[in-house]
């Protein structure tokens, strides 16, 4: 946690500013309400829209709604309703595989940023073109790769010309197979965001302890593995806190466009079952329930994820 | 990467690491996967280009190849029957709100946050900055009973202060990085020459946080540009339909013309790649803001 409050954005300034800040208040400037005016639209709008939501939320999934009439209360009838539900069920378990792909998801842009920041050849161009799926939207990736994978698609006939058939596939229709294309997918389309958060870290690392390693006799092995990756371990507890929110909530503008859930349901997430059930199915109390399931389960597998990260590190 | 593991002790001190041939095949390899990891990464765009400028006939006989024979029908039935027009007219009209009511608000309050002495800033601005965690989904139905209930449902005005409010806590976040590095002084000397703390934001603050102002606004734009949820959510009617919702629905009703599609992916990415390529720098700057916290 040193290398982190090391890393912060001008620490000086900021407590400066509070030191400071209090002479002003002193000698009477902004005074009073007034500076509160400043602050309260935003305040208020996140009230109004976020955090009275959240309450209300929590209230919803013990009533059934349909979006028409007014939500009734029935109680812990939703959650128990889960408990039997087998498309939540399935949902949670494919989950349970995106969460699975965490390490690779880790993996990928962590190797990927260290070749760059090797300088190898290109690595400019590299840069700048695995940049490239991030700005662009997951509808549009969807609606492209649907494309790109059909059984009549560029990739079989690609794989046919060069005598590969035997590889060929119903990518988007194989219910054993879906899943893992949806995944690669995702990982592929964020592992842009990944690589430029670890070449921040990077950057960061103290050359000066790589040299002394270096002096030493480590290996270049040895060096990423004794002294960069411990000193990266915060921007990494940081990554996989973004990707474990991503791997809960990314998913649904992508199956939206690019396989509705199916083939049956064998690519439906917990965020598009939510959806589904609420806008699909008109049980908007019900699909509350099922957001507040997936609260409560971010904050766990989070939790998991972080206490191995900093349990390694002792 | 481990090419030179062995053998450490015999090598120079801080010399020669890489003067070693081994080490020239680790490099050649990453650059090889590199190779390959871009080309997928900048064939959609090839990909959507070809497709949307040629005809289906030859599309079908040869999908991955290069076009052989040209037509701008794609782009006349996106406009005909996509309306891709009337879609990013629309979206225009929710996300440039958005974006302007987020920066307007973002910049009031992460300057009162840092520069203006207020009573629990801290204790504010975490929780604000939690708020960031939280999953967008678990507030989709009950922001659209809200919505609903004050009317707003099918009215742009209701997209619009659901994005500012779902993207003000990031924007929060990331300003007040920039407003912490303002020089104190410069306030303090403001403040001596008489201006008010608005004339100080106006004149000295904002000045000196246009990076961060840049950077706050690109990646919203992009962020509310591509977003899907919430507007599918929100604005349900045909006439006031954002662009990826357009795409969306309308990609998983035109079975097989692809040409279109093409046509209206590759209309619908010219704002992203606008700001991939002029404002590249800004969204790795906002993007990386949290890493380095």
Redesign the interface.
């Known amino acids: 946690m040193n290398d ?1 409050s090391e ?4 620490p000086g ?2 407590s ?2 509070r030191r ?3 002479q ?2 002193a ?1 009477g ?2 005074r009073g309400l ?3 005016l ?2 309260l ?3 208020l ?2 009230a ?7 309450g ?2 929590v209230r ?1 999934a013990f009533t059934s ?1 349909d ?1 028409f009439s007014s939500p009734h209360g029935v109680g812990f009838a939703n959650f128990e309703d889960l408990l039997s539900d087998k498309r939540f069920k399935e949902s949670l378990l494919h989950n349970a595989a995106i969460v699975a792909a965490i390490p690779i998801w880790i993996a990928v842009p962590y190797a ?1 940023a ?2 760059i920041h ?1 300088k ?3 690595w400019r ?2 840069r ?17 790769y ?3 994978l059909a059984e ?4 079989n ?2 794989l046919d010309s060069i005598g590969l058939d035997a590889l060929s596939r119903e990518w988007l229709n194989d219910p054993s197979l879906t899943l893992p294309v949806v995944i690669g997918i995702i990982i ?1 389309a964020t592992f ?2 990944g690589v ?2 670890f ?3 990077l950057s ?1 690392v103290d050359e000066e302890v790589v ?1 002394a390693a ?2 030493d ?6 060096i ?1 593995r004794h002294v960069v990756f411990w000193q990266l371990l915060p ?1 990494i507890e ?2 996989t ?2 990707i474990v ?1 991503a791997s ?2 990314a998913f ?2 992508l199956i ?2 690019l396989t ?1 859930g199916g083939p049956g349901s064998s690519t439906f997430t917990v ?1 598009y079952d ?2 589904a059930e ?2 699909g199915s008109g049980r ?1 109390g019900y ?2 329930a099922i ?2 399931v ?2 409560l389960i ?1 904050l766990l597998v989070s939790a998991v994820f972080v206490g191995l990260l900093r349990w390694r590190r002792s | ?6 053998s ?2 015999v ?1 120079p ?2 010399l020669g ?1 890489r003067a070693m041939s081994r ?1 020239g095949i680790g ?1 050649m390899a ?2 090889v ?3 390959a ?2 080309a ?3 064939y ?2 090839l ?2 280009a070809s ?1 949307a400028v040629r005809t289906s006939a030859d599309y ?1 006989a ?3 190849a290069l076009p052989t024979s040209f037509t701008s029908e794609n782009f006349e039935l996106a406009f005909s029957q996509m309306h891709i027009g009337r879609l990013a007219l629309n979206s225009l009209l929710v996300v440039v709100p958005a974006v302007i009511l987020i920066a307007i ?2 910049c ?2 992460a ?8 009573r629990l800033s801290r204790v ?1 601005l975490l929780a ?1 900055v939690s ?1 960031m ?14 919505i ?1 209930d004050v009317g707003l449902l099918n009215n742009r005005l209701g997209l619009v ?2 994005y ?3 993207n ?2 990031f924007s ?1 976040f990331l300003l007040t ?1 920039f407003m ?2 303002v ?2 002084d410069l ?2 000397a403001a ?1 001596i020459d008489g201006a ?2 608005v004339r100080t ?1 106006w004149s000295v603050v904002l000045p000196l946080i246009k990076p961060g102002l840049m950077t706050l606004v690109t990646l919203n734009f ?1 962020f509310l ?5 919430f507007s ?2 929100i604005l349900q009617n045909g006439e006031s339909r954002t662009i ?1 919702v357009g ?2 629905q309308f ?2 009703q035109l079975n097989q013309n ?1 040409g279109v ?2 046509a209206g ?1 590759l209309l ?2 010219i704002p ?2 606008l ?2 390529v002029f404002f ?1 720098r800004d ?2 700057r906002g ?2 803001a ?4």
């Open positions: 982190a890393m912060t954005v001008l300034a900021a400066d500013g400071t800040g209090r002003r208040a000698r400037v902004g007034k500076r509160w400043f602050l639209p935003a305040l709008l996140l109004v829209l976020v955090v009275y939501p959240i209300d939320a919803l709604w979006g990927v260290a070749g090797m190898v050849a290109g161009f590299f700048l073109a695995f940049f490239l799926p991030v700005v662009l939207s997951p509808v549009v990736l969807g609606a492209y649907g494309i790109v009549d698609g560029p990739l006939s690609a592929w842009g965001v430029l958060i070449l921040a870290g960061n040299q270096q002096v006799g480590a290996s270049k092995w040895q990423q921007v940081f990554w806190v973004i929110i809960f909530t649904f503008p939206y466009t509705k965020d939510l959806y609420a806008f908007l699909a509350s957001g507040i997936q609260v971010i | 990467m481990n090419a030179a593991a062995d450490p002790a090598r001190r801080g690491r080490p490099r990453i650059f996967v590199f190779a990891l871009a997928s990464c900048i959609p765009l990909f959507v497709t079908r040869a999908p991955g608000l973002a009031a309050a300057y009162a946050l840092v520069h203006l002495e207020i504010l604000i708020l965690a939280l999953p967008p989904t678990v507030l989709l139905i009950p922001i659209f009973k809200l609903l202060v659901v500012a409010a779902l003000l806590p929060i990085a912490r590095s020089p104190v306030l303090r403040r008010g703390a934001l992009l540009w591509n977003e899907l949820l599918l959510v990826m795409i969306a990609q998983a692809y599609v093409a992916l619908s990415m992203p790649l700001i991939f590249q969204l790795a993007l990386t949290g890493a380095t916290k």
